[in-house]
Structures are given as structure tokens and as C-alpha cells.
């Protein structure tokens, strides 16, 4: 997240998936060792920021992530450019994905243990769908903002983990907008930080949806 | 600033000014001794967070703020009830205090070392008498959003300071909203967490308006 709070810059597009400046969020991770050894490339520092990641893939069992950031598409499958996602043959998750869409699709099987699994019955039956396939390792809702927001509201979310870039991107997809809840105190439980990153870590109080 | 980038929450009024949840905001800061003593009140505690703000009051020597962080009001000055501010007879700046209005007006001379003085033309102007009353000291912008948010886009601030409290407010007034600048990378100067805050420091490049 930038430190005015969005996840990508203004105008995401095919060429540009990340908005106008977006790239700018993750030049930490471009970075890490770790990073680019979970994307099949080799080189990059192995420092604080790196074991962030390298931690994050260790305790990882399954993870969820909403349409738009999958693919950058909404509607049908057919014609949706990025239908099997952004990240080429060998994807960096290297674990069971459950895509929430509403358009159901047969699961996709990718090489390096990576498979895509599109749940169109909701952001519970996801949950539980990837609670199951995770599972004693945890869950990890990768994003985007939409998703994030939605499972925030509903009060299904046991941490949050925010990577805040030293940039300011004027305009974009907010992570948080205006959830429209009622003011949530969070217990402050990780903040590590680098001249590239500060990673911030919550835990985020059981309460009613 | 809540994580989810709110100085204050919604329906700021004059018995709750920091809006619905906005004191979650300073609870830091009220629990912290240095900011007791500017206060006029006893007790607190001499922990990080008060080291934060006995550096800010040490090294300011004039304030800049906006006229609603000032008196929570707007237009002429007759009609305000908090004409004076809302910090009664000695308030807790001991400097100089450049109030940015379109309402010309006397200067207010309080209690214990703080004066107010009302500048009507802009913003480079109010930074120029401030600067040159505060010596060698550095000049603190204070607030509120829309006097960040114009001192920014000017490209008039060296530093940025921002106190992140654990807190989703869920709504309120947005600290940098969509600022609408190219994207600008900072400078991570610093970095202090505490369980209640994380005080993330910044400079910010030189760069054309």
C-alpha cells in the first residue's frame, strides 16, 4: 500500500496491470530474494524484507484472491484476455488459489503445485474451501481491495498484514475506500521496516459481522 | 492517521471535534507524558511515543495550521464559537501559531508562550512569517487534511511525519485523499513502533510545483 493508501495507481491495464505507478508498491519485493526465487528467477538481497515474503510462503497453505486481480477482467471467461491468470505457466503461489467469480469454470492445474480454483458460491464458501485445502498452514487472502474490503466487513479476517511503500501515488484503487464500519481498534503484533518498506502487522479483533 | 488513512472520523461536531472515533486517533498521545505536560496535566507515561512528541515540541519553533483544525468552523469569525481555538487560555503550542484564514483578524496573544496570528494571503505566505518566526527552529504544519493536502501539492513540505494508530475508522476525513500529483517516492527517514502508534518519518524530494 502506498502511504496514501492505494494498492495500485489510476488507469490498471492490460500493459500496465498495477495502474500508473503502481510499480512502485513493489519494488521491495522485485528485490527479495525470496521474491524471485517464488517467481523462478534467481539473484535478489536476502534481507528483512526477503524473510518477510520467505515467511509469508513457509505459512502459506492456500490462498484466495478476488476476479479482478486474477485476471484484471470481470464477466464471462471467453473473453477475458488474462482468463488463466497473469502469471504465466509456473505461477508464484505454488499452493491451491480459490478465485472468487461469478462465473463458474473447471479448476486449472499449473505447474509448481499452483492450481486455480473458482468459487462462485461466495467469500465464506471460499474461506472454507481454502481453510480445508491450507490445512494446518494458514490462509492468505491476497487481495485485491474489493475482496479485502469484503472480508473485513464481515469480520473474517484473524490479521492483517499491510506493506507500506514510502510513495505517494495521488490516486488509484484504495486497499481500505470507506468500509463504512464502526471504528475497529487492532492489536499491533509485527512492524518491521527497511529503507525500501515498512511491514505492519494486526491482529484484528473477533466481532459480530 | 487510522490505517485506513482518516485524521478524523465522521461528523466532526463541537462536543465530539475528532468526529465518531477520532479520539482512538491520540490515544497515544494522551497516555504519553510530554504530551500531558504541554497539555498543563500531570502524569503519563515517559515511554517512546512521549520521546516523539518532546522532539516535535523541542525542535518547532512556529506552528502552521489550517482554520478548521483551529476552530472547527468556517467563514467569518464573529459567528464561531471557537473563535479562540479549542484550547482555552494556555494552549499547548508555546509558539507562535500561523492560523490560515480568509478572515483577517488581530493577532490572539494566550497563556504561556502561544500566540495566533491570521494570515489571509495563502499559503506560501503564512510559511514565510512562520519561518521567519521560528528562527532556526523548524516550522510544523499541524493540520488539518486540507492544509497537508495543499502544502503537498505546492511542494512545500521537507518532511512528512505520520502517526498510524491501529485503528479502522471506517470513514471520516481522508488525511491525503486522491491528491492527484504524479506519483512522488519519499525518503524513509525513520521508524519508531510502540504497541499503540508507529511513527513513520519521511522526507519528501525538492521538486516543481
Known amino acids: 500500500m502506498s502511504l496514501d493508501g492505494f494498492v495500485a495507481g489510476p488507469n490498471p491495464s492490460l500493459e500496465e496491470p498495477l495502474g500508473a ?23 535478489g538481497e536476502a534481507n528483512a524484507d526477503s524473510e518477510v515474503i520467505e515467511e ?3 505459512t502459506t497453505g492456500a490462498v484466495v484472491m478476488g476476479r479482478r486481480m486474477f485476471s484484471g477482467g470481470a464477466g464471462p ?5 488474462r482468463r488463466d491468470g497473469w502469471w504465466g505457466d509456473n505461477p508464484p503461489f505454488h499452493v491451491a488459489v480459490f478465485v472468487l467469480t461469478h462465473h463458474a469454470r473447471e479448476t486449472l492445474v499449473m505447474e509448481g503445485g499452483t492450481s486455480f480454483h473458482f468459487v462462485t458460491d461466495g467469500i465464506e464458501a471460499a474461506l472454507e474451501q481454502a481453510k480445508a485445502g491450507a490445512g494446518d498452514q494458514d490462509v492468505l487472502l491476497a487481495g485485491g481491495a474489493g475482496a479485502v474490503q469484503q ?6 479476517l484473524d490479521e492483517l498484514q499491510i506493506h507500506v511503500a514510502p510513495v505517494l501515488l495521488g490516486e488509484g484503487t484504495s486497499l481500505f475506500d470507506r468500509l463504512g464500519i ?3 481498534g487492532l492489536e499491533v503484533t509485527r512492524v518491521i521496516a527497511s529503507p525500501s518498506v515498512t511491514h505492519l502487522r494486526f491482529r484484528v479483533p473477533a466481532r459480530t459481522a
Open 77 to 81: 471467461w471467453e473473453p477475458d484476455p
Open 151 to 156: 472480508y473485513l466487513k464481515a469480520g473474517l
Open 21 to 43: 505507478g503502481g510499480e512502485l508498491l513493489h519494488e521491495w519485493a522485485f528485490a527479495a530474494a525470496s521474491w524471485r526465487e517464488s517467481h523462478g528467477l534467481e539473484g
Open 182 to 184: 464502526e471504528p475497529l
Open 56 to 58: 509469508s510462503l513457509r
